[in-house]
Structure formats: C-alpha cells, structure tokens
C-alpha cells in the first residue's frame, strides 16, 4: 500500500484506530509515526495544536486545556485570546493597527469539526477578545456571521466590556501614516512643517526632526488550530485586519473556507497575509480539500499557494515580476492525524507547534526562493 493510498484510507475511516494503524502500518509521517511509536496515541499528550509565528503561547495554551479534558475549540479561543490582549502584537485585537480614520475594527471566525459548525465577526469596534464572540455565535445562534455594530452589541449583550483598543503606539503610528500620506492635503508631513512635533519652532527644513518612519501597510493575524486524540479538529483565525484599510473592508480571517476552515473527517486549515487573495482563492477551502485527495499538509498548503499566485497574474500590479507576488500569504494546515504543515510564498516564516513535546517554532515551506 502506497503513502496516498494510506492517507485517503485513514481519510475515510477517521477514527482512532485508524491513527494508530497508519502510524505504524504506513509510514505515514514523522510526527504520526512517533506519536504511535511513542504509545501516545489515544492517550491526552497526543494532543496537538499549530499557529502562525505569534501564536506561540496560544499553542502551548490550546494543548494545555485539551489535556485538562477542554474541547479543542475552547482551548485555541483561550489561547488566542492571549495574544488578542497583548498591546505589543499590532496586528491583532488590543494594540492592532486601525483603519485609515483610526478606528479599530476586527474580525475573526472559529470552526467546530464535530459540529461542523462557525461563528464569525466582522469590523467589530471596542471588543477586545472577537474570537470568544465568534464562538459565542458559533454556541448560541443559528447564524454564522455578524459584522459592525450588530456583532458590537451582540457582544455587549453577552457581557463583553466596552473597551478602547487603540493604544498610544497605534494612534501614533496611524498619524504618521497619515501625515505622509500626500502633500497636496492639509495634513503636513515633517518636510512641510516649521515646527516639531513637541511644538517647538524649529525653523524651514525640519527635515524629520521627531518622526519615525510611518509603518507602512501592515498586514498580520493569529490562526490557530488543534486536534485531540478523537481526531476532532477545530480552527480559529483572528485579527486586526490590513492597517489603515478603508472601514468597513472585511478580510479573509472571518470568513469560513477563506482565513480558515475545518472538514472534521480530514483536518483543518487557515492562512495570515493578504487577505483579498487569499478570499480569492478560497485559500483554506481549497488546503482541506487537497488535503482530502491525499496531499500531505505541507504539499496542500504550496499547492494552493500556487494557485493563489496563477490567479493573481491576472492583476499585474500585484506580480513582482513574470513569476513572484509582490505580497505575501501565509497557510497553515494540520490533519485530523496530527500531522501538520504550512508554506508560505517567500523563505524565513516559521510557524508555532505544540505537541507532547512542547511548544516550539517550526520553519515554513515556501514557494519560491
Ligand atoms: N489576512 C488578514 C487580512 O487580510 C491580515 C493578515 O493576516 O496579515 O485581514
């Protein structure tokens, strides 16, 4: 029996005994193969959790409540949770970039597997945790999505305080993005100006006395996803969205099949970076679906990398040149064995592992060199 025969064989069975047969019988991967290897399977250290490169402590968290008995999606909301509180992650939940009027809004979506299940919100403002507001709406409507104000008091009505998520740092970085925005506004750069920022007189020719840079364009999220020794899968993606985005513009974290999806007989998927070409492809749809045809993790997330960057030579502003992006994704994947991986378009990424052997970073594929 070939590795794609197995794979689609322990696809269809799904069950516990079928992880423990392929990780013995077929060879299957390193980390199916040590988790039988090492008897762990079936028992609650075989628990294992992924997440982009800032969800270090969201793994170690997830796995550490699945082994206290929680279900998977409980733990990667908690965990993610951390970081969505961390003021010196900018790219998610309290601290995130804001809108180009300076506005946090945020998104994120949850996926039960057992339930097939997802909750999601959108453009949601002064909530700091909308991961655990998608799940409520996950656990507690019959809908899947809520966006802006409706999501705002949803969240409200189920005891979510009202919070001011735009720190120090992110309104002034906001403000020098908006300052250099244009010299033909009425918002001067520190070229145009006779006075610093502390308002002394500084004379013509500032220069940039007292600016940093701007932050450009910023994009950056948490996914999270985990598995338990059911093989039951649940995934979580949540975000401050692209900085300085135009209100209103939902990206790819909220939306089911696009920033993350869950098929619990096959595993799950989800993806950070540009959001409107991941939605375009149906990124982490389409990763779970190659994952269903016998592709390792890994081989499904390049694979839709791939297709992400043929449908983008459609826009050439969005080609670097005949071949690269000039942006870039990043997805990640984990099936219901256990086994994960993720890719991204350039070198460098690493993404966040927790398994029986604790929590760690891990190195990306990627698609071009
Ligand atoms: N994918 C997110 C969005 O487009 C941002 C990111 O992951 O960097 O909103």
Redesign the pocket.
């Known amino acids: 029996m070939n590795d794609t025969q197995t794979r689609r064989d322990f696809l269809r069975t799904g069950s516990i005994a079928g992880i423990g047969a392929i990780g013995v019988a077929g060879g299957l991967s390193t980390a199916s193969a040590q988790r039988s290897a090492s008897g762990v399977v079936g028992s609650p250290d075989a628990a294992v959790s992924i997440a982009s490169g800032n969800g270090l402590q969201a793994v170690d968290r997830a796995v550490k409540r699945i082994r206290d008995g929680s279900d998977p999606v409980l733990g990667i909301v908690e965990g993610v949770g951390i970081v969505e509180a961390d003021p010196n992650d900018m790219?998610v939940g309290y601290g995130g970039l804001p809108n180009e009027r300076g506005v946090v809004q945020l998104?994120s979506s949850v996926m039960h597997g057992p339930t097939h299940k997802a909750g999601s919100v959108a453009c949601i403002e002064n909530i700091m945790h909308p991961a655990a507001v998608a799940l409520k709406v996950l656990q507690t409507t019959d809908h899947v999505m809520i966006v802006g104000k409706g999501a705002y008091e949803f969240a409200r009505a189920h005891g979510f305080p009202h919070e001011e998520l735009l720190t120090e740092r992110a309104r002034e970085a906001w403000l020098r993005w908006k300052y250099k925005q244009s010299d033909r506004d009425d918002w001067l750069d520190p070229d145009q100006r006779d006075w610093d920022p502390a308002g002394e007189k500084v004379g013509l020719s500032v220069g940039d006395a007292g600016m940093e840079e701007p932050i450009p364009f910023t994009?950056?999220?948490i996914h999270c996803a985990a598995v338990n020794t059911s093989g039951d899968v649940s995934a979580c993606t949540t975000?401050s969205?692209?900085s300085y985005k135009i209100p209103g513009r939902v990206?790819?974290?909220p939306i089911v099949g696009a920033?993350m999806y869950v098929d619990n007989e096959i595993g799950s998927a989800g993806?950070?970076?540009?959001?409107e070409a991941?939605i375009q492809s149906c990124g982490s749809f389409a990763i779970v679906q190659a994952m269903g045809t016998g592709m390792s993790p890994t081989e499904a997330c390049l694979h839709v990398l791939g297709q992400i960057v043929k449908n983008s030579k459609r826009q050439k502003r969005l080609m670097r040149d005949a071949k690269r992006p000039n942006f870039n994704v990043i997805v990640y994947a984990l099936r219901k064995d256990g086994e994960h991986g993720s890719a991204a378009m350039f070198p460098g990424a690493r993404y966040a592992v927790a398994d029986g052997q604790g929590a760690r970073h891990e190195p990306c594929a990627s698609l071009f060199d």
């Open positions: 790219t998104d994009y950056g999220t975000t969205g692209l990206g790819d974290s920033g993806a950070t970076g540009r959001g991941v």
